[in-house]
């Protein structure tokens, strides 16, 4: 036996298919490309600082802790308006203030007033005390009248979102709250504040939809009813006699969050 196995030949043939040889030559390529490490960076792009979600801020490198301290701060209607006052405000480091900072993009206001009215330590008071007084002399118009250059005055909106603005207070007949620009694609917070400043709803009068009598057809054509909302609302009816405007909440899939807006533009 051992004699057997020194002269005979126990190798196997391997009769490989075209299919897997061509497989085979790949294999190298494959087993290199999963050794190199794939390199994912995050692109930043020029944003206002003042507005950065959880999300953005912690793409950036910032804590948990800085990114709360910079929500606080926003939600007493301040602004942070230099690099050092952001540092200030959320105290992160001067490694990653220096590696975000070139990307801070403030309004062209802030910019224009901080090349008047820089301290001796470079940095600007715009308190809300100070800038009261202009704040005062601000028109507001009403925002069912306003014309697109009306519109295109406030920092922030062009051509095509003025034109949106417009197209959404056609679709609607008119608004009936400031809070209907949240829903206009495109409005970022920062715009949607400054048009709160220049723009308001003026007694509205809108069309109303008598919600009683309305067909599913007649429903489906208001903007917040979709066909599934137009049905519900017309079965409901059906089953529970005439609505008012507390059975709202009862009816499947209503938007209950503009349940408010949605009221002023219903007749009961």
Known sequence: MQLGSYFLDFSNDD??????QNWLSLQCNIDSLKSEKPQTTYKIYPF??????DFKGHKLGMSVEQIDRL???RKQGRFANSPEEFQKVTGISDSLLNAISPYFKFPDWVNKKSSNQ???NGWVDYSKDKYEKKEKNIVVIDINTATKEDLMKVYGIGEA?????LKQKEVFGQFVSMEQMN???????EVIEKLNQSFKVVNPKPKKININNASIKELGQFPYFKYPISKNIVTYRSMNGDLKIEDLTNIKAFPVDKIKIIALYLEF
């Open 118 to 120: 820089n301290g001796s």
């Open 183 to 189: 829903d206009v694609w495109g409005l970022s917070p």
């Open 48 to 53: 206002n600082p003042n507005f950065i979600t």
């Open 71 to 73: 929500l606080a701060f």
């Open 15 to 20: 009769k490989s298919t075209p299919e897997k």
């Open 161 to 165: 979102i003025s034109d949106r603005i």
